[in-house]
T-cell receptor
């Protein structure tokens, strides 16, 4: 079964550094998402992306964050200047359509970001 | 504000026993409700989905129920196995929002002991 793949699985960075988290969504999916999960807390929506533009974003997704689909397969999340509170597990997800009934979210296994 | 509350927060059961996890929501207008299983260190995986017209849906040993009037759902796990140890997350979607901006519950952490 096709999977969403994320790299790296673990990223350690120093506060103030830029990080890029990478994802390869399922190939015939059209909608792409980033979520974060701080240790011990719930999964939180960051952003959704469709047709090469952001379709929705949460209040967490401020100017420090950006997303890009640089080619036909990759989907990236960039954090410009990391803060300690950015330490979390970041999940990429994709879905075939934007409607939630017929098209479940398929999640990758996450990138654990540790900011020191 | 759309909210999803799950109980209990954590649960420990013996292998072979049954258990039931609860989800209450205030998401409106309601579209659908999904249960996801999240193994430690991995992404959530969809188990079931239900719309307002569905009362019960099964997926193997997992049976989800929905009462759209009281805005409650439950996930029943039968004959638990050690591999059922995971976090179970209730996710509710509102009409008119895309799949990604659904409301996530905090999850119930289930531990199955031999």
């Amino acid at each position: 079964e096709p999977e969403v793949t994320q790299t790296p699985s673990h990223q350690v960075t120093q506060m103030g550094q830029e990080v890029i988290l990478r994802c390869v969504p399922i190939s015939n999916h059209l909608y792409f998402y980033w979520y974060r999960q701080i240790l011990g807390q719930k999964v939180e929506f960051l952003v959704s992306f469709y047709n090469n533009e952001i379709s929705e974003k949460s209040e967490i997704f401020d100017d420090q964050f950006s997303v890009e689909r640089p080619d036909g397969s990759n989907f990236t999340l960039k954090i410009r200047s990391t803060k300690l509170e950015d330490s979390a597990m970041y999940f990429c997800a994709s879905s075939r359509t934007g409607g939630s009934y017929n098209s479940p979210l398929h999640f990758g296994n996450g990138t654990r970001l540790t900011v020191t | 504000k759309n909210q999803v509350e799950q109980s209990p927060q954590s649960l420990i059961i013996l292998e072979g026993k049954n258990c039931t996890l609860q989800c209450n929501y205030t998401v409106s207008p309601f579209s659908n409700l999904r249960w996801y299983k999240q193994d430690t260190g991995r992404g959530p995986v969809s188990l079931t989905i239900m719309t307002f017209s569905e009362n019960t849906k099964s997926n193997g040993r997992y049976t989800a129920t929905l009462d759209a009037d009281t805005k409650q759902s439950s996930l029943h796990i039968t004959a638990s196995q050690l591999s059922d140890s995971a976090s179970y997350i209730c996710v509710v979607s509102a009409l008119g929002t895309n799949a990604g901006k659904s409301t996530f519950g905090d999850g119930t952490t289930l531990t199955v002991k031999p």
